[in-house]
């Protein structure tokens, strides 16, 4: 009977638990706090929660932290239903405030701020990150690519460095890869999501692009009005989707520069995000009709064999440690 009772508490763990007790993470709100986080890993960002998964479980709570935090200020600008840039603001200069007295109020700021003391996350990468959310609420469009890195350098790139020490690299080039990963899964966001940003009321292509290839926000706005996508704008977008795979191609020799133990979860994003250009262009890049998706039993091929290598790469970290 006893066995049976201590069964079914165990049943009753929330999900993530596991995870949260291998990360060493005790206190029962900071707990609560980081399955805020993990909620929100994973209803907006299913492709990297499923990346996640493959991490050691002590160092999956951290990266939920840190895509909550970035996705609680992103829907307080990026939200179709209840924006609120005014609270984005105040929200972010709280957590700044708390980076240096360590006191936060809410609970994805909790687990930020126990992410980034536990990790010696540098300020200036949220600093930044806060400061490209507060473009999205008056910028509409970027002239030149140059002006489009600048912002994603703050949305994308420092993503990536924030994650690079959970992810232990092994070699100090890492960061470099890094930032252009960042940069190649933000870009096959902007391509997927041309007529959702349109809603928003952003363009976040190139005007210089648009020119060459002589298209208007106008034909934009046109063809997602109309449910089609212009020839014109087709063409357009696989420009885009063949400068993103360049992003990739740069940024690919850094998964060999983290932990053996990384290295598989950062491989399945890489090939997930990939793929997302090949939905793009299994389309018809008719983004402007609808939101294309990577297909579930595609996502099933590639996560169950990184599965099988991430859980023999733990083994065999284990059995190196205890050599």
Not at 151 to 165: E, F, H
Not at 172 to 199: I, P, T
Request: glycine fraction near 8%; proline fraction near 6%; charge should be positive.
């Amino acid at each position: 009977m006893a066995v049976n009772s201590h069964r079914r508490a165990a049943w009753r763990r929330p999900a993530g638990a596991t995870s949260l007790d291998a990360a060493g993470i005790t206190d029962p709100r900071l707990r609560q706090d980081f399955l805020t986080c993990r909620a929100l890993h994973a209803e907006h960002g299913r492709t990297y929660f499923l990346a996640t998964g493959l991490l050691p479980p002590g160092k999956r709570p951290y990266v939920w932290a840190l895509y909550g935090f970035a996705r609680y200020a992103d829907e307080l600008v990026d939200s179709l239903e209840a924006p609120d840039p005014d609270g984005l603001l105040t929200w972010g200069e709280s957590f700044l405030d708390a980076l240096r007295t360590g006191t936060v109020h809410d609970p994805v700021g909790r687990a930020m701020l126990t992410t980034v003391r536990r990790w010696d996350i540098p300020t200036e990468h949220v600093e930044a990150f806060l400061r490209s959310m507060r473009m999205d609420i008056t910028r509409t469009g970027y002239a030149t690519y140059a002006d489009l890195e600048e912002y994603m350098y703050g949305s994308a790139a420092v993503i990536g460095l924030q994650m690079l020490p959970v992810l232990e690299p092994v070699s100090a080039e890492a960061a470099c890869h890094a930032r252009l990963l960042g940069e190649a899964f933000q870009m096959s966001n902007f391509v997927r999501d041309v007529g959702e940003d349109l809603d928003r009321g952003r363009v976040y292509l190139p005007q210089e692009d648009l020119d060459a290839f002589g298209v208007t926000v106008a034909d934009l706005r046109a063809g997602r009005a109309a449910g089609s996508t212009p020839a014109a704008v087709r063409r357009l977008l696989a420009f885009e989707v063949e400068r993103t795979r360049e992003l990739y191609r740069r940024a690919e020799p850094g998964i060999a520069m983290l932990h053996p133990t990384s290295r598989d979860a950062i491989r399945c994003a890489y090939v997930l995000y990939g793929d997302i250009l090949r939905a793009v262009e299994r389309s018809g890049y008719r983004v402007l009709e609808r939101r294309v998706a990577v297909p579930l039993p595609r996502r099933a091929q590639v996560a169950l064999p990184a599965l099988a290598r991430a859980r023999w790469a733990r083994g065999q970290a284990v059995r190196w440690q205890q050599a």
